[in-house]
């Protein structure tokens, strides 16, 4: 079984940076798609970012130019850094496992943006 822990979320204030962390363990890490979600309050759950195993990244117009997903496969780590935000970046954000098989998901990290 897979598990998920993120970390990293907090209060900033708008133009302000955020590194969220998502340690893996129970997988084979370094073969798997990982990727974050974010969920704002009222809305659906959304792509933020995703890392393959290969390095590819992709990016929700959104967030990029300020945000960049990267990962350390000898820590079985995905991190978001998370630069210039905006009130509108506030949600929680949710790390995630791709598998061939099965989708995992953590637990969450609030992130709380203020004007």
């Known amino acids: 079984q897979v598990q998920l822990a993120e970390s990293g979320g907090g209060l900033v204030q708008a133009g302000g940076s955020l590194r969220l962390s998502c340690a893996a363990s129970?997988?084979?890490?370094?073969?798997?798609?990982m990727g974050w979600y974010r969920q704002a309050p009222g809305k659906a759950r959304e792509l933020v970012a995703f890392?393959?195993?290969?390095?590819?990244?992709i990016y929700a117009d959104s967030v990029k130019g300020r945000f960049t997903i990267s990962r350390d496969n000898a820590k079985n780590t995905v991190y978001l850094q998370m630069n210039s935000l905006k009130p509108e970046d506030t949600a929680v954000y949710y790390c995630?496992?791709?598998?061939?098989?099965?989708?995992?998901w953590g637990q969450g990290t609030q992130v709380t943006v203020s004007s």
């Open positions: 995630n496992y791709q598998a061939a098989v099965a989708v995992f």
């Open positions: 129970g997988g084979i890490f370094s073969i798997v798609t």
């Open positions: 890392i393959t195993s290969g390095g590819r990244t």
